[in-house]
Each structure stands twice: as C-alpha cells, then as structure tokens.
T-cell receptor, first 112, second 112 residues
C-alpha cells in the first residue's frame, strides 16, 4: 500500500514570502489532516478535511494560512505571507473512517 | 480544554530492559488512544492503538494498557533494542470528533 505523499520535502523562504505544500493521501482515505510540528513538540492540527469539506479549522491562522481539497483527494496548504514562527515541519496525514492516522514524510519549512 | 500529559520526557534504558511511557488525559469521553514513534527527521508512525472498550492490547514486544477510571494509558516496550530509540507520542481522541490531542513526547534512548 502506497503511503501519504508530500512535496516538497524541504523549503527555505524569506519572511513575507508565500509558500505552498502539496499532499496526496492514501488511496481511499476520506479524511485528510494538516499538522504543524515545531521542533521538540507534538503535532498540532491545523485543518481536517472529510472528503472535500472542512471538518475542523479552529487552529488554522486564517489570516495567513489557507488550505483546499477541491476534488476530495489531493490537498494544498498555503502560507501567505510567512512569518519566522512558521518555521516547522508540516505533516499531512490521512485516515479511513475508523482507522488510525497515517502521516506523510512532511515538509520542513525554514523561514529566514 | 482537553489535555494529554505524557511522562517522562526522556527515558534511557539498557538494551534488553523494558521501557514504560505513561499518559493521562482529561476528556472522559475520549475513546481512542494511538501511540506514534517518530525517529529523528522522519514521520510519526502509528505503532499501536487501543479503544476504550478494551483494557490491554499487545503486538509482539509492544503493549498498551488503558485505565478508563483513572484516565491514563501506558506504552510498554519489552526487550528493548537500539532501533527502538526514537520520540514516542501518545494521543487521545476528543469527544465527538476525530481530533486528537497529542502528548508532548518521550525521547527514548536504548543504550547498547
């Protein structure tokens, strides 16, 4: 079974620039999540999709972060404009209705 | 709000010894408790999970126990090996959602 795919794996940008991350979940998984993991901490949920609808985006900084999952499969997460404190690993995960959550390899973002 | 506490933050054991990591949760309605292993620079990987209708689950050298009355659950690793060295995160589901609250992580070091 193929896992969750993410790209790019690494990204370095300057503050105030924009960046976008892409995620392709495990085939058949209806639920997709974006997490932010700051070094030394556990993953923090940013947004959760069920098919192409948003289930929870309560911790997404909506003034600068946006995410979409237009066809209920792939998803993109965008940051515009980036701040220094956005430096983190952005993890995408997917799950079936009752199953565990499977994480992608993550995108390590460095904002300088 | 909901909270998951995890202890210890770091744990060193000799190869072959057992390791125990403990988590407590605040939401009495939590019903799903996964454990993730995250090696340095890699994605969190689901290693075992338990639902609230059972008290213990075992998979080879790994076991998880759940005490719903006390609202705590533990990960037990027996016959530890150097490749068990990683950061381990517990998580608990939030009432009525698929959302997890992650613990703060335990850095396990198995000394050869």
């Amino acid at each position: 079974e193929a896992g969750v795919a993410q790209s790019p794996r690494y990204k370095i940008i300057e503050k105030r620039q924009s960046v976008a991350f892409w995620c392709n979940p495990i085939s058949g998984h209806a639920t997709l999540y974006w997490y932010q993991q700051i070094l030394g901490q556990g993953p923090k949920l940013l947004i959760q999709f069920q098919n192409n609808g948003v289930v929870d985006d309560s911790q997404l900084p909506k003034d600068r972060f946006s995410a979409e999952r237009l066809k209920g499969v792939d998803s993109t997460l965008k940051i515009q404009p980036a701040k220094l404190e956005d430096s983190a690993v952005y993890l995408c995960a997917s799950s079936s209705t009752s199953g565990g959550r499977y994480f992608g390899p993550g995108t390590r973002l460095t904002v300088t | 709000g909901e909270n998951v506490e995890q202890h210890p933050s770091t744990l060193s054991v000799q190869e072959g010894d057992s390791a125990v990591i403990k988590c407590t949760y605040s939401d009495s309605a939590s019903n799903y408790f996964p454990w993730y292993k995250q090696e340095l620079g890699k994605r969190p990987q689901l290693i075992i999970d338990i639902r609230s209708n059972v008290g213990e689950k075992k998979d080879q050298r790994i076991a998880v126990t759940l005490n719903k009355t006390a609202k705590h659950f533990s990960l037990h690793i027996t016959e530890t090996q150097p490749e068990d060295s990683a950061v381990y995160f517990c998580a608990a589901s939030i009432r009525g959602t698929y959302k997890y609250i992650f613990g703060t992580g335990t850095r396990l070091k198995v000394l050869a």
